[in-house]
T-cell receptor, first 116, second 115 residues
């Protein structure tokens, strides 16, 4: 069963505008962590933002914010004031318990294109 | 300090050959993870090491895959008798303690092409 769902294979946004990348997740655990990573064409995975399941406030990191709606099991990433350098693949991920620790499940990703 | 490093950065091999991929985690990080990313796809979890504990190998795609971590630091992922479907980017990540709220730091990956 799909644990992390990103329904937007590709998104376009005009430079300087805000964009929301969708992510829904499925878990029966009460304690979990949600992450967003950026993967530019160079291939590196860059950590953007983290939201803990018990955090009551939405996480923010600079131009990135996470719209966490626990009851709906959604963790959408909002990028404000898009820049050309934001063009990349974006992955939503969830940490879940695993033998002796935790593993991270990734969504299929959303490719963001920022237009000048 | 130095980030996660992986070697080689690129590997081209012939079908049926064995390959070894290496990961050097961030110094002091006890948790190490291997993932596989096929072209245009998300990341597939392979295996996870926590300190010196024996890993759960159930995430490995077949018995041709094996991984070890020596001395709680460097890890090698070995693929025996490579197949074309093994072609992918193999990413390694590490985190300090392996807790659920920790950020994982990724290496640049090894791009494997099996001809």
């Amino acid at each position: 069963a799909q644990k992390i769902t990103q329904t937007q294979p590709g998104m376009f946004v005009q430079e300087k505008e805000a964009v929301t990348l969708d992510c829904t997740y499925d878990t029966s655990d009460q304690s979990y962590g949600l992450f967003w990573y950026k993967q530019p064409s160079s291939g590196e995975m860059i950590f953007l933002i983290y939201q803990g399941s018990y955090d009551e406030q939405n996480a923010t990191e600079g131009r990135y914010s996470l719209n966490f709606q626990k009851a709906r099991k959604s963790a959408n990433l909002v990028i404000s004031a898009s820049q050309l350098g934001d063009s990349a693949m974006y992955f939503c991920a969830m940490r879940e318990p695993y033998t002796g620790g935790f593993k991270t499940i990734f969504g299929a990703g959303t490719r963001l294109f920022v237009k000048a | 300090g130095a980030g996660v490093s992986q070697s080689p950065s690129n590997k081209v091999t012939e079908k049926g050959k064995d390959v070894e991929l290496r990961c050097d985690p961030i110094s002091g990080h006890t948790a190490l993870y291997w993932y596989r990313q096929s072209l245009g796809q998300g990341l597939e979890f392979l295996i996870y090491f926590q300190g010196n504990s024996a890993p759960d190998k159930s995430g490995l795609p077949s018995d041709r895959f094996s991984a070890e971590r020596t001395g709680g630091s460097v890890s090698t992922l070995t693929i025996q008798r490579t197949q074309q479907e093994d072609s992918a980017v193999y990413l390694c990540a590490s985190s300090l303690l392996g807790h659920d709220q920790e950020t994982q730091y990724f290496g640049p990956g090894t791009r494997l092409l099996v001809l």
